[in-house]
């Protein structure tokens, strides 16, 4: 059964850095592009930045673009999201989520199926 567990979020001042972690069992990894997305309350979900399972293709929303790196490990079966340069319009509960299909070369920001109970990032000074 796939699980994936979400951690590293919490309060940060504007302009402050998270480094929030993936944490995947149950799949098998290497074959699943993985995405991140966010949620804050009365907002749509949004999707954040997605990786593939080489890590050759990798995507960000226009929203963190140069603020946000992500990277995967797939021994450990983990993908990490460095957020930098928080920002007061970041905070939000953000998940991390199996791609809806397998797909070698291309990931999607729009895409996924599973996901886990999400990590908290709030941004206030």
């Known amino acids: 059964q796939l699980r994936l567990v979400e951690s590293g979020g919490g309060l940060v001042q504007p302009g402050g850095s998270l480094r929030l972690s993936c944490a995947a069992s149950g799949l098998p990894f290497e074959y699943w592009p993985i995405v991140w997305f966010r949620q804050a309350p009365g907002k749509e979900r949004e999707g954040v930045s997605c990786?593939?399972?080489?890590?050759?293709?990798?995507k960000y929303a226009d929203s963190v673009k140069d603020r946000v790196t992500i990277s995967r490990d797939n021994a450990q079966k983990t993908v990490d999201l460095q957020m930098n340069s928080l920002k007061p319009e970041d905070p939000a509960n953000y998940y991390c989520?199996?791609?809806?299909?397998?797909?070698?070369?291309?990931?999607?920001?729009?895409?996924?199926?599973?996901w886990g109970q999400g990590t908290q990032v709030t941004v206030t000074s």
């Open positions: 990786i593939t399972p080489s890590g050759r293709t990798i």
């Open positions: 989520a199996r791609q809806r299909t397998v797909n070698i070369e291309k990931c999607y920001l729009d895409s996924w199926d599973t």
